[in-house]
T-cell receptor, first 115, second 114 residues
Framework: EADIYQTPRYLVIGTGKKITLECSQT?????MYWYQQDPGMELHLIHY???????EKGDLSSESTVSRIRTEHFPLTLESARPSHTSQYLC??????????????FGQGTRLTVV | KNQVEQSPQSLIILEGKNCTLQ??????????LRWYKQDTGRGPVSLTI?????NTKSNGRYTATLDADTKQSSLHITASQLSDSASYIC?????????????FGRGTQLTVWP
């Protein structure tokens, strides 16, 4: 098991609420990622970070925001949740082996339902 | 456009049988290819990694092959078990960016019946 944790595992929340999905890793990885995954579909990168105070948007446009104040912590925030935000959110961190080979370690995911 | 295509989309087999999952990719420049297993409601877990120079790699009952010329990979599962029921995702990494971009297939949903 990789040392990367997401909370909560499941969240049902009303439209318009502000939510923060937590992600922490204890492996000391500089690179961290947030992916969005709908059932039966591929993972889409929505945010990534190369290190502290570094955040970038991914391929899939998202109304969420992220922050990276500490190496181990990469929370994702939705200021005003909408039903279209209903999805599974996966956090990952990665390391390279010095030969350009990247392995990503994933958290268990947060299943978000906005009603 | 960098893409990863997997087939079949879903597969049902009986316990004890073998199966093979396919992955075709167009990612360039290629760095490596990984197969991940994703149980329902959980995050993906890496099974194998294949670099450009490797043709085959085994991890227990899982054997992955890579043909870098045709840009195809396969994952062979031997003597399937009920616990093999999961989504198997092919992930290709490029060498052309500092991010070490990961390109994901949609996965093959494998169901093993007793």
């Amino acid at each position: 098991e990789a040392d990367i944790y997401q909370t909560p595992r499941y969240l049902v929340i009303g439209t318009g609420k502000k939510i923060t999905l937590e992600c922490s890793q204890t492996m000391g990885h500089d690179k961290m990622y947030w992916y969005q995954q709908d059932p039966g579909m591929e993972l889409h990168l929505i945010h990534y970070s190369y290190g502290v105070n570094s955040t970038e948007k991914g391929d899939l446009s998202s109304e969420s925001t992220v922050s990276r104040i500490r190496t181990e912590h990469f929370p994702l925030t939705l200021e005003s949740a909408r039903p279209s935000h209903t999805s599974q959110y996966l956090c990952a961190s990665s390391e390279s082996d010095g030969q350009g080979n990247t392995e990503a370690f994933f958290g268990q995911g947060t299943r978000l339902t906005v009603v | 456009k960098n893409q990863v295509e997997q087939s079949p989309q879903s597969l049902i087999i009986l316990e004890g049988k073998n199966c093979t999952l396919q992955c075709n990719y167009t990612v360039s420049p290629f760095s490596n290819l990984r197969w991940y297993k994703q149980d329902t409601g959980r995050g993906p877990v890496s099974l194998t990694i294949m670099t450009f120079s490797e043709n085959t790699k085994s991890n227990g009952r899982y054997t992955a092959t890579l043909d870098a010329d045709t840009k195809q990979s396969s994952l062979h599962i031997t003597a399937s078990q009920l616990s093999d029921s999961a989504s198997y995702i092919c992930v290709v990494s490029d060498r052309g960016s500092t991010l070490g971009r990961l390109y994901f297939g949609r996965g093959t949903q494998l169901t093993v019946w007793p």
